[in-house]
């Protein structure tokens, strides 16, 4: 059984840009899953899973790892983990920590968000992360930081990499201030691959990390959260809490191994395939592109007479699939499932809609 992406409703063979989620699991991993030794992983009885973890935990440099269902408990539990009820946590105006995980942390952990505006590449200025510090601590009007979280790439920025040194400087200052860093790395390995260099010398700036198994790398199922053996502890038992204990989990975990170990570095082809998109692009009228750094592709249209969304269902009705994703711009994730031939046609769809533009200047 290979699973496929369904044919567009116009029977055209679909290109689906919306994002790495709509990833399918590969014949490696679907074989993996019917092979693999399982056990019951609430009681640690699991080895495919067992394995991940420790995989997952070396790659990132860390003393342990967690597996997780979603990128969202990965980034809740962490945040539990570290903060106590009351306490504040650091996070970026535009990171999916605060705008797309439902709040999670405040809900349910009594932790208040201090959000702090990130610029268009990504990064926060250091002057606004130390304002979200009291002057004094000792004040009991004020809730303290017990978190800084970064997230690399900054998928609402366009999926822009964080420089190293600003993470350097980050860490610095946390650790200047006594609160530990969580990077939401969910595309880590697209960060890395940008940046040049392994995942761990990213990780190294973080004191925990999450990544997602399930966009990229096509794991059908799953993130992992990695740190400190004694953090790890913690936020195992955090995922019990939420109701993240899973039990023959090793089908999923098989995934996750073969995304590790076969997925990581074909990433670099998506990253010629977004630049290629984004060039192409570039050249339609009324389209303005933002600078391309991993696997998305971040634009505008101005049509004399199209709205944005309009040119997306119109798009869709040719079987190109793409969505807003904040302040008005379009979002395009290429991604194992999008061939060459099918950045093209995409390029033509765009084109076709937008002829009228250069028909009528
Ligand atoms: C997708 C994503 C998440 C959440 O992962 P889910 O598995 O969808 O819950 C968290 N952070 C970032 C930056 C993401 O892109």
Do not use: W
Request: charged fraction near 20%; proline fraction near 6%; glycine fraction near 10%.
């Amino acid at each position: 059984m290979v699973p496929e992406t369904p044919a567009s409703d116009a029977g055209l063979r679909r290109v689906e840009l919306r994002s790495d989620t709509f990833t399918m699991p590969t014949p490696a991993m679907l074989r993996a899953m019917t092979a693999a030794r399982l056990g019951d992983d609430t009681y640690g009885e699991d080895p495919t899973v067992r394995e991940l973890e420790l995989l997952a935990a070396r790659t990132l440099g860390k003393g342990d790892g967690c597996f997780m269902p979603s990128g969202t408990m990965a980034n809740l539990a962490s945040i539990l983990t570290h903060c106590p009820r009351g306490t504040k946590v650091v996070v970026g105006a535009e990171s999916d920590i605060y705008v797309y995980e439902a709040g999670g942390a405040s809900v349910c952990g009594g932790v208040v968000f201090e959000p702090v505006r990130n610029a268009p590449d990504g990064t926060m200025a250091l002057a606004d992360i130390e304002a979200a510090f009291p002057e004094d601590p000792e004040d009991p009007q004020f809730a303290l930081p017990s978190l800084l979280c970064l997230e690399n790439p900054q998928n609402r920025c366009g999926g822009r990499v964080l420089p190293l040194d600003h993470l350097a400087q980050v860490a610095e200052l946390a650790r200047r201030r006594g609160v530990p860093v969580h990077l939401d790395g969910a595309r880590i390995f697209n960060a890395a691959l940008s940046s040049g260099v392994p995942a761990s010398e990213i990780a190294r700036h973080a004191d925990s990390v999450q990544f997602c198994l399930s966009k990229g790398l096509s794991a059908p199922v799953g993130s992992m959260v990695v740190g400190d053996a004694g953090f790890i502890d913690g936020v195992r038992r955090v995922r019990k809490m939420l109701g993240g204990g899973m039990r023959q989990v090793g089908v999923l975990a098989a995934a996750g191994l073969v995304a590790l170990e076969e997925m990581v570095d074909r990433l670099a082809d998506d990253h010629v395939s977004a630049r290629a998109l984004a060039a192409g692009l570039a050249l339609l009228p009324g389209v303005t592109v933002e600078p391309v750094e991993t696997n998305m592709v971040f634009f505008r249209v101005a049509h004399p007479t199209l709205t944005q969304d309009k040119f997306l269902s119109l798009c869709s009705a040719e079987g190109v699939h793409l969505a807003e994703l904040g302040h008005g711009r379009i979002r395009a994730v290429t991604h194992a499932g999008v061939s060459d031939g099918d950045v093209e046609r995409a390029l033509a769809v765009f084109r076709r809609i937008l002829a009228p533009v250069a028909a009528q200047t």
